[in-house]
Nanobody
Framework: QVQLRESGGGVVQAGGSLRLSCAAS????????MGWFRQAPGKEREFVAA????????YYADSVKGRSTISRDNAKNTMYLQMNSLKPEDTAVYYC?????????????????WGQGTQVTVSS
């Protein structure tokens, strides 16, 4: 079992930045692909960004590409999402996810472990 805990959410004005963190604990000795998803009120959970187990490969949703950077520090068992130029439409609960394996995953069904989420609110 792997436990994930997000932090770093908050309220920010449009154009601002936030850095989300996802700390993993438990059986972290194996390789885990990880990703970020978000869910706005009344909408389905959607993919934001993903990273391979080594951190060498990343993938972004078009909606955040160029404004966000996903990274990870395996020595600290922590993944990050740096979000810049935030827009009101980025407002959502952001979830981190992990799944055994080396390659990144793009859909919710491919992830075995999920965090509780952290709220990001972007005011206009």
């Amino acid at each position: 079992q792997v436990q994930l805990r997000e932090s770093g959410g908050g309220v920010v004005q449009a154009g601002g930045s936030l850095r989300l963190s996802c700390a993993a604990s438990g059986r972290t000795g194996s390789s885990y692909a990880m990703g970020w998803f978000r869910q706005a009120p009344g909408k389905e959970r959607e993919f934001v960004a993903a990273i391979s187990a080594s951190g060498s490969t990343t993938y972004y949703a078009d909606s955040v590409k160029g404004r966000s950077t996903i990274s990870r520090d395996n020595a600290k068992n922590t993944m990050y999402l740096q979000m810049n130029s935030l827009k009101p439409e980025d407002t959502a609960v952001y979830y981190c996810a992990a799944s055994p394996g080396s390659t990144y995953r793009l859909t919710t069904g491919e992830y075995a472990y999920w965090g509780q989420g952290t709220q990001v609110t972007v005011s206009s």
